[in-house]
């Protein structure tokens, strides 16, 4: 069975402050791995997909990579509206079109001014 | 561009009553469907999925129901509602991996 762990749970920041979310898997063969954010009462907005171990994805002051076992989202210098709940799912190699995802229960980000 | 619709995005229902839930994705064809309910403090637990019209998979068994009457519109129901369904209920798409996710809808039973 596909498991996403994620920590913290919940990380304060003050505004400037770099930091790193972790996100633990284990899966059965990885076919991808994902980093949604979540602003509250919104659904996931997809941030990133990662596919092998090494790989390393960036977008504005956000960074994600991957090994074989956790992957990290760095926050460099974040600002109030980084703050948001940010999940990660792992996607394995299985029969089938579904394509499901195993989300982690992510990590609610909170960055002071 | 591809674009997801979800609605309403807010319903106050009493147990015993029936639900409805709607969402249409635009700007693709074929894509796949899902149903996901997320708790609080708990990850996207994933209820139902479609790879095409009229085909229909279960993840976990429970008081709802998803039919796929046409290729880009996927409807969540239920015949009588529980309290334990109250939740946030995401519909979401996808093509080649990544899912994308409607706005969601907040269901509260009381």
């Known amino acids: 069975e596909d498991q996403v762990t994620q920590s913290p749970e919940a990380l304060r920041l003050q505004e400037g402050e770099s930091s790193s979310l972790n996100c633990s898997y284990t899966v059965s063969g990885l076919r991808g791995l994902f980093w949604y954010r979540q602003d509250p009462g919104k659904g996931p907005e997809f941030l990133f997909t990662l596919y092998s171990a090494g790989e390393e994805k960036e977008k504005e002051r956000l960074k994600a990579t991957l090994t074989k076992k956790e992957s990290f989202l760095h926050i460099t210098a974040p600002k109030p509206e980084d703050s948001a709940t940010y999940l990660c799912?792992?996607?394995?190699?299985?029969?089938?079109?579904?394509?499901?995802?195993?989300f982690g229960s992510g990590t609610q980000l909170t960055v002071l001014p | 561009s591809q674009t997801i619709h979800q609605w309403p995005a807010t319903l106050v229902q009493p147990v015993g009553s029936p639900l409805s839930l709607e969402c249409t994705v635009e700007?693709?064809?074929?894509?796949?469907l899902y149903w996901y309910r997320q708790a609080a403090g708990r990850g996207l637990q994933l209820l139902f999925y479609s790879v095409g019209i009229g085909q229909i998979s279960s993840e976990v068994p429970q008081n709802l129901s998803a039919s796929r009457p046409q290729d880009r519109q996927f409807i969540l129901s239920s015949k009588k509602l529980l309290l334990s369904d109250s939740g946030f209920y995401l519909c979401?798409?996808?093509?080649?991996?990544?899912?994308?996710f409607g706005e969601g809808s907040r269901l509260t039973v009381l």
């Open positions: 979401a798409w996808s093509s080649i991996g990544e899912l994308f």
């Open positions: 799912a792992v996607q394995a190699w299985r029969a089938g079109s579904a394509r499901q995802l195993t």
């Open positions: 700007g693709t064809s074929n894509p796949n």
